[in-house]
């Protein structure tokens, strides 16, 4: 026997993608957060938190995406490229998620040590879902001592499903 059923899927579809070719776009970035030419992912820009070289000690900076309007958005998904060189167990990479256009944040991930090959990260990020003024940003935090040379993002991403 055969059993037919009439169903709709959601579309899931890129929301917003940055691939820091075409400037800043919009991102806003604590100084010394900059793009280079330096390392990228894909073409020849990134983000970095130390575009003259090593970051410096006692650091809380980071970039923050424009806002993204998900308010129609289900099954959010972040991804990006990165790569990072840092004190490890005392200065982190941390990646973040705000629903309410920044006044507070969840963070997804945070990265220490050495990864000097371009990797990918994808996270799921429901609490992002019907979000009218969602941000992501990555930022570099650094204690009082020993330096490195920091934290690359390339190719951001946000995906959605819209209910149909």
């Known amino acids: 026997q055969t059993l037919v059923q009439d169903f709709s899927l959601p579309v899931f579809a890129v929301v917003f993608e940055d691939d820091v070719e075409g400037g800043i776009n919009g991102w806003t970035a604590q100084s010394p957060w900059a793009i280079t030419t330096t390392a990228s ?7 970095t938190d130390s575009p003259a070289g090593q970051y410096t000690d006692n650091r809380n900076v980071a970039v923050t995406s424009p806002a993204i309007d998900l308010s129609a ?3 959010v998904e972040l991804s990006f490229w990165h790569r990072y060189d840092t004190e490890a167990t005392y200065d982190f990479c941390h990646v973040e998620v ?3 256009n920044g006044a507070t944040w969840t963070e997804l991930a945070s990265y220490d040590g050495t990864q000097t090959t371009w990797s990918q990260e994808i996270f799921a990020v429901p609490q992002l ?6 941000k992501g940003r990555f930022r570099l935090t650094s204690d009082f ?3 490195e040379d920091g934290c690359y993002v390339d190719d951001v991403v946000v995906r959605a499903a819209t209910p149909p």
């Open 41 to 47: 992912h894909s073409t020849s820009h990134s983000w």
């Open 145 to 147: 001592s020993v330096t």
């Open 129 to 134: 879902d019907g979000a009218a003024l969602a």
């Open 98 to 100: 705000s629903d309410d």
């Open 73 to 75: 958005a289900v099954g």
